[in-house]
T-cell receptor
Framework: EAGVAQSPRYKIIEKRQSVAFWCNPISGHATLYWYQQILGQGPKLLIQFQNNGVVDDSQLPKDRFSAERLKGVDSTLKIQPAKLEDSAVYLC??????????????FGEGSRLTVL | AQSVTQLGSHVSVSEGALVLLRCNYSSSVPPYLFWYVQYPNQGLQLLLKYTSAATLVKGINGFEAEFKKSETSFHLTKPSAHMSDAAEYFCAVRSSNDYKLSFGAGTTVTVRA
């Protein structure tokens, strides 16, 4: 079974530039998550999708971050314009809708962003 | 809202020694608790989870954790550390009425030969 795919693995940009990350979840997983992991900290949820609808985006900085999951499968996270404090690893995860609150999240390897 | 606190950002153990990683949770409703492991440059992998069945949960790679409601704790242990256990470990909590998974700050484990 293929895992959660993310690209690019690494990206270096200058502040005020834009960047986009792509995620393809495990086939059949209805729920998709984007997490931000700053060095030395635990992952923080940015946005959660159920199929193509947003369940929770309360911690997404909406003035610069956007995310979409148009067809309920793969997803894109965009940052525009980037700030220095956006340097982090962006993790995508997916889970079965039927797994409920006790269900396991499956994580991709992450996209490491460095903003100079 | 639920949250977890991991005590100790770094733990160093000798190969063959006990590994003990501490996690305390805060939740107003019965929680679901998880331990994830992250190896360098990789995503997070589930070690084990507590879902209100047995309070002692066994996971992969010889790890286990015990849910103690009276102490609001979910500490992770392994009787004998192996070099391959060197990684970062995250405790996480989710409540039965909120699908949001909240992570602790993580504990980095170093294993000495």
């Amino acid at each position: 079974e293929a895992g959660v795919a993310q690209s690019p693995r690494y990206k270096i940009i200058e502040k005020r530039q834009s960047v986009a990350f792509w995620c393809n979840p495990i086939s059949g997983h209805a729920t998709l998550y984007w997490y931000q992991q700053i060095l030395g900290q635990g992952p923080k949820l940015l946005i959660q999708f159920q199929n193509n609808g947003v369940v929770d985006d309360s911690q997404l900085p909406k003035d610069r971050f956007s995310a979409e999951r148009l067809k309920g499968v793969d997803s894109t996270l965009k940052i525009q314009p980037a700030k220095l404090e956006d340097s982090a690893v962006y993790l995508c995860a997916s889970s079965l809708q039927s797994g409920g609150a006790s269900g396991e999240l499956f994580f991709g390897e992450g996209s490491r962003l460095t903003v100079l | 809202a639920q949250s977890v606190t991991q005590l100790g950002s770094h733990v160093s153990v000798s190969e063959g020694a006990l590994v003990l990683l501490r996690c305390n949770y805060s939740s107003s409703v019965p929680p679901y608790l998880f331990w994830y492991v992250q190896y360098p440059n990789q995503g997070l992998q589930l070690l084990l989870k507590y879902t209100s069945a047995a309070t002692l949960v066994k996971g992969i790679n010889g790890f286990e954790a015990e849910f103690k409601k009276s102490e609001t704790s979910f500490h992770l242990t392994k009787p004998s550390a192996h070099m391959s256990d060197a990684a970062e470990y995250f405790c996480a909590v989710r409540s039965s009425n909120d699908y949001k998974l909240s992570f602790g700050a993580g504990t980095t484990v170093t294993v000495r030969a």
